[in-house]
């Protein structure tokens, strides 16, 4: 499949969306609680050190989005600039980049609601104290 770079550009920017949002369910949402705080202790306990690697990855949204976007790499069979394997290779890091963007962009806005959220409790609870 043949695209002009607009759509290459297009196509970086929306896959980007599922890859951040498989990485960070898996690593952070209480869905996969149990079986990350399983990784998580094999990441510290396992003597064998690629075990502990390979348990990381799990726990680690940046490490965990390079294979989610190698398996959506391998579905899509998106390329970036090359037709060839150079264009997987660029596809992957730039896939891996866009999406830890918008993992960071995620976070940083879920911080700021919560921080809202909290200053809004303690302005209630004051105003609440003094009536």
């Not at 002009?4 to 951040?20: D, E, F, H, V």
């Not at 069979?77 to 866009?98: C, M, N, P, S, T």
Request: charged fraction near 20%; glycine fraction near 2%.
């Amino acid at each position: 499949m043949i695209m002009n770079l607009t759509t290459q550009i297009i196509w970086l920017l929306i896959l980007g969306l599922p890859i951040a949002c498989v990485a960070w369910t898996v690593t952070h949402e209480e869905i996969f609680a149990e079986p990350r705080d399983y990784c998580k202790r094999c990441s510290k306990e396992c003597n064998n050190i690629i075990k502990r690697k390979f348990f990381y990855l799990f726990t680690c949204e940046y490490c965990f989005s390079f294979y989610v976007t190698a398996l959506f790499l391998i579905i899509t069979k998106f390329h970036l600039l090359f037709d060839d394997w150079r264009g997987y290779l660029i596809a992957e890091f730039a896939l891996v980049w866009v999406a830890n963007f918008y993992m960071s962009f995620f976070l940083f806005i879920r911080s700021h609601i919560k921080k809202e959220k909290l200053a809004n409790q303690v302005v209630e609870e004051s105003l609440n104290n003094n009536s």
